[in-house]
């Protein structure tokens, strides 16, 4: 029984795993919309944890089309996705903790979320040839990680999940009073 590594493939996995870190498709294209554009927004009209959460469900919706293969079935379809989605608000609440910390770094999302999409393939490596874990096995340890990890978190930092009013770099909004006035000005010079 033994785990195969060699310098070799420690050198190759080392790169691979950098480059997939922050070039992962997953994790640079959706943070960038999840954590670079929702969250933020979200964030100045919710408190954090339910910024979070909100995020975590749309997540867990928006990866409907790449699971198609639990769409045959309507049962597995439904605790796959209710499971999914916990799991994705758990996983939310672990990377908004620390792009908030991070003072709203994107790029420590991107870090996060290529680690976990690529996670998969880096527990292959440290299973022992003889030892075969299930998908749900596997999945159910995922979600135990983060069951964990998110209540350390919420333990440590409650609902503002290292959130920082100060560090907010968010342009503010318009008020209601002045999108009406700039309307005003607009039609004015429109009828003139």
Known sequence: MGFGFSLESSVSFSIESITSLLFDGGGLMEELGWRGFALPRLQRKYSPLKATIIVGVIWALWHIPVKT???SDLTNFV???IFFTFVAILYSIIITYFYNKAGGSVLIAVAIHGL???SASIGGLLTPDS???SDTVASLIYA???VIAAAVILIIAGKNLGFNKE?????ETETKDETEQNM???NTELVQ
Do not use: A, H, K, R
């Open 167 to 171: 560090l907010d770099t968010l342009p």
């Open 131 to 133: 030892v075969e874990i």
């Open 116 to 118: 976990y999409n690529d």
């Open 144 to 146: 135990g990680v983060f």
């Open 184 to 186: 005003d000005i607009n």
């Open 79 to 81: 605790v796959f996705y």
């Open 69 to 71: 293969d639990v769409l």
